[in-house]
């Protein structure tokens, strides 16, 4: 039988909708069911392409007799941590706070007032490695409910206490200044691998926002070694498993720290931001390289993630079948000797494995290989490396794919919008600028809709039921105002206005501090607020930087104090944790600078548009346009005439401007170009 699951629009969420368990999606009904039949709710929180989430599906949910005991005993309730990045938040706060670390699976147990009690991740069917099985804990936890009720209220009003006490208070302590962007700088250099780039150890994550920082602070200082720590880690990841070298696109992280084994899932986001560095990173040094990957990983996005609607899907599974039928990870994706002599004999075979890292016995599972360029091959024929990478590329692609999570994800699709409308732009691609177009107008015309505030999903088509939290208003105004630039249209500044409207109403706090929700969203045990970067720029910092760019845009006085106000917390954490703040050192970067405001008084496209995109000052804003008209799409255009008929270019910041010029190369000497 279906249970309720099968009305939802969460991919991950249709996946449990056959399981014996009888699952409800979060709602105040499943809080009442609990209630009423005064049971425990067993909240799980997942997400589609999430490997070990898969596994304890298949072990205990689809289980019968699992699922006999979790109806018996429980409210079971299913939440998709991508749709609601807020119940995932708090509840993954207190599982970390409990047990010190965290994960998907998360398993929470809560009372019917939604206080949590018991806490964990994944837990196997048997009793293994010191952790005891699903059943066992799903027993102790009917024991503790029926025997010892007060203990577990007791324990639930202590987290909720501890919880509630660690509201954040940063802000109204300044912006952040030379010397804490420089102790930044410091922080980064030595967490730096200088062996295999990147920061930390294995794991080894994509570290995209810490890269656009790296990038702006060069331009703006000239400090050579940020730079090199940049371009090292961009070439690291380039050449290694965690960039798909016959596809394009980046998976998720790296197993190790030199970038060979990826955890396959390949996600929306770190593509998109990925995308927009390696278009940066082309910018600041005329990479080919650079350049190529930017390109390949901007395809990949709208071949692979592009839906039907024109947005983006969330993700690639990790997981899909093998030769043998077999679910398993990175199928679609390695290859062993025998694999590439099948497809390309001998000879070429020979060739790939040495050229792409292949071995005998294998740099993954079961003796086969995840592709790289190990680089110790000497000079390569470019033809020959072209014609075994369209080889391969047609023979794995009659491998079984792996499934992709088709939800659309506000934010996500603002990273996106931004990443693709730059990388057109930058590289003669209008392709890629209508793509950019047709996932924004989907945001606007379904995410928005009728209600005037931003939807967090989409499926199909369909706006699911969630409201938007701060990152996804904060990432869908960056990709409006990079469209904005791209573009001259001045109609993506204004949407991009009443997004940012809304975040100063609905999500602003004392002293600049923001909140992950809205004053008026669903009220949970408390109010998420988490101003570092993670996986993606944190709510906190995308509405930052979004407010100071459409503050040198506008004017507004309003924005651009907001956005000062909001980057107290990258004072504050700027020095002790760069690498979880990378984006706001990046906005920082953008606050020291200027931002500086470019007018061009001309054609869209034309020489000196192209030569405002491409400048690298950081956070700078670009707007175009000719004609009477061009002053109502952007106020930056209002009374900038043409000099001698020209068209001209004008620079300000800090409410001082530059003399005009119509010398393409004067305006690139202005903008670091």
């Known amino acids: 039988m279906a249970n309720r699951l099968a009305q939802t629009t969460s991919p991950y969420l249709l996946q449990h909708a056959d399981n014996p368990v009888d699952w409800w999606p979060w709602s105040p009904e499943a809080f009442e069911e609990a209630r009423k039949r005064d049971v425990p709710v067993l909240l799980s929180v997942g997400y589609a392409s ?8 298949h072990e205990s949910f689809e289980d019968d007799d699992t699922a006999a005991y979790l109806n018996a005993h429980f409210v079971p309730v299913k939440v998709d941590r991508e749709e609601r990045p807020d119940v995932d938040a708090v509840y993954m706060e207190a599982v970390q706070a409990a047990t010190g670390h965290g994960g998907w699976p998360m398993t929470v147990f809560l009372t019917p007032d939604a206080e949590p009690f018991y806490f964990g991740t994944y837990f196997p069917p048997e009793p293994r490695h010191g952790s005891p099985s699903f059943q066992q804990v799903l027993e102790g936890v009917t024991t503790a409910w029926t025997d010892r009720r007060e203990e577990v209220a007791e324990v639930a009003g202590r987290i909720v206490a501890d919880l509630a006490g660690r509201s954040l208070v940063h802000g109204g302590d300044g912006v952040p200044g030379e010397s804490e962007v420089a102790q930044a700088l410091l ?77 396959f899932e390949k996600m929306l986001y770190d593509n998109a931001l990925l995308c927009r560095v390696y278009a940066h990173l082309w910018r600041a040094t005329g990479s080919d390289e650079a350049r190529r990957i930017a390109l390949k990983t901007a395809d990949f996005m709208v071949r692979e993630l592009r839906t039907a609607e024109g947005g983006f899907a969330s993700a690639l599974d ?28 001998e000879d070429d075979a020979a060739f790939a494995a040495a050229y792409f890292g292949v071995t005998e016995e294998g740099t ?71 793509r950019a177009t047709e996932a924004a107008d989907l945001l606007v015309r379904v995410h928005l809709g009728e209600v005037a505030r931003l939807t967090r999903t989409s499926k199909d088509g369909r706006a699911g039921d969630n409201a938007g939290v701060l990152e996804d208003y904060g990432d869908v105004a960056e990709g409006f105002l990079a469209l904005a630039a791209v573009t001259g249209e001045g109609a993506w500044l204004e949407f991009a206005g009443f997004l940012l409207d809304i975040v100063l109403e609905q999500f602003t706090g004392e002293g600049g501090q923001l909140y992950d929700t809205a004053h008026d969203a669903e009220q949970l045990i408390r109010r998420p607020q988490d101003p ?5 720029p944190s709510g906190w910092t995308a509405a930052a930087g979004a407010l100071l760019s459409y503050a040198a845009y506008t004017g507004s006085e309003a924005h651009r104090t907001a956005a000062e106000g909001a980057l107290g917390v990258v004072k504050a954490l700027g020095p002790r944790v760069p690498r979880f703040v990378g984006w706001g050192l990046a906005v920082a970067e953008a606050l020291l600078d200027g931002p500086r405001e470019v007018a061009v008084a001309g054609p869209v496209g034309g020489e000196l548009h192209r030569t405002a995109l491409l400048g690298r000052a950081p956070g700078a804003v670009v707007a175009a346009g000719e004609g009477p008209d061009a002053g109502a799409e952007f106020p930056l255009l209002v009374d900038r005439p043409l000099v001698g008929g020209e068209p001209t270019a004008y620079v300000c910041r800090h409410f001082v401007c530059d003399a005009p010029t119509t010398d393409a190369g004067e305006l690139a ?4 170009g």
């Open 50 to 57: 999430c490997h070990w989430c898969h596994v304890m599906a």
């Open 187 to 263: 922080g980064l250099t030595r967490e730096y691998d200088e062996q295999h780039g990147g920061f930390g150890g294995a794991p080894k994550f994509p570290p995209a926002m810490a890269v656009e920082f790296l990038l702006r602070h060069y331009a703006r200082t000239g400090a050579e070694g940020a730079l090199q720590m940049a371009a090292d880690t961009c070439a690291a990841m380039a050449r290694g498993g965690i960039y798909d070298q016959l596809g394009g696109g980046f998976a998720r992280y790296s197993v190790d720290r030199e970038w060979i084994v990826p955890h």
């Open 318 to 345: 990790a997981d899909s079948e093998d030769a043998e039928g077999r679910h398993v990870e990175g199928a679609f994706y390695v290859w062993t000797p025998e694999q590439l002599r099948e497809v390309l004999g």
């Open 364 to 434: 993954f599972e079961e003796g086969a290989s995840v592709l790289r360029l190990p680089g110790d091959t000497g000079p390569v024929d470019a033809a020959r490396v072209a014609g075994v990478r369209a080889r391969l590329l047609a023979a794995r692609d009659e491998r079984p794919h792996p499934g992709r999570d088709d939800k659309v994800v506000a934010a996500w699709n603002g990273l996106a919008i931004a990443a693709l409308a730059e990388t057109g732009a930058y590289f003669d691609r209008p392709d890629l600028v209508e």
């Open 532 to 536: 570092t970067d993670s996986a993606t």
């Open 669 to 672: 000497a202005k903008l670091g």
